[in-house]
């Protein structure tokens, strides 16, 4: 499920430009039960090794501006925001929470949620253009001499689309249980490496690298429909890889 949020207030929404653990913090403290809020902050669904929190998130969409000197965006009502999860209890309980209160909190200032969205499915299809909401990031942790590092790849990296297919075929796993038939799924970049849609963004004082843009994409439907709902790549629950379907 997918559900759009609108917000209005009578002044301005001024946040650090690096707002993304604002926005889950604010998703976590609308979860009504308790003991799933923490699970899904601490643990997630387990992959072998992996763990998988199975939601995404936009950026804030309105009309902003940027105070560069300050490390400030300043937002003016009204703003949206965009939450997706293949798991549709998640949406409602958050969505419900949000529009039994009198007011939604970002950073200590109050808004209140003007409309709540709740999109139709669309149809999934084994080719299709998509833009991002959020970055799409993904990275792979490698040792060199003892020392880790993260590296994070471009979309124009060869193996780009294989780290996307293996992280969907895990989250397929998990949210059905059973593998996936015929598994495939290829992102193709609209044009040459242009570095303004590169972001370098600041989680909790990790550098994270993520990609906004438009892409085409061949792939199996109901891959597709795993990423469109649970985000496509990696940190999607920090605010990484939602996307709409042109």
């Not at 990275?139 to 969907?168: A, C, M, Q, R, V």
């Not at 370098?200 to 906004?212: D, L």
Request: charged share 25%.
């Amino acid at each position: 499920m997918r559900v759009m949020l609108e917000f209005i207030g009578d002044k301005d929404l001024h946040l650090p430009i690096q707002y993304n653990h604002i926005v889950q913090g604010l998703i976590y403290n609308n979860m009504t039960d308790g003991d799933f809020s923490a699970f899904m902050h601490d643990e997630g669904f387990k992959h072998g090794k992996r763990k998988f929190k199975l939601f995404t998130y936009s950026r804030l969409e309105g009309e902003f501006r940027l105070l560069k000197k300050e490390e400030k965006i300043v937002l003016k009502p009204p703003f949206r925001l965009t939450i997706s999860s293949p798991i549709d209890e998640f949406i409602f309980d958050i969505s419900q929470n949000m529009f039994k209160k009198d007011f939604c909190t970002f950073n200590n200032q109050t808004f209140q949620l003007s409309s709540i969205n709740i999109e139709n499915p669309p149809v999934f299809r084994d080719r299709a253009r998509i833009k991002f909401l959020s970055p799409l990031v993904m990275y792979s942790t490698i040792e060199d001499k003892g020392i880790k590092y993260t590296y994070y790849y471009s979309p124009w990296n060869d193996n780009f689309s294989d780290l996307l297919l293996n992280n969907l075929i895990k989250k397929y796993e998990v949210i059905y249980g059973e593998g996936v038939r015929d598994p495939y799924f290829k992102l193709y970049p609209i044009g040459r490496e242009n570095m303004k849609y590169q972001k370098v963004m600041k989680y909790k004082n990790t550098v994270i690298k993520g990609w906004m843009g438009i892409y085409d994409v061949e792939c199996n439907p109901d891959l597709l429909k795993v990423a469109y709902y649970s985000g496509l790549g990696a940190k999607n629950s920090q605010g990484f890889g939602c996307f709409e379907i042109l």
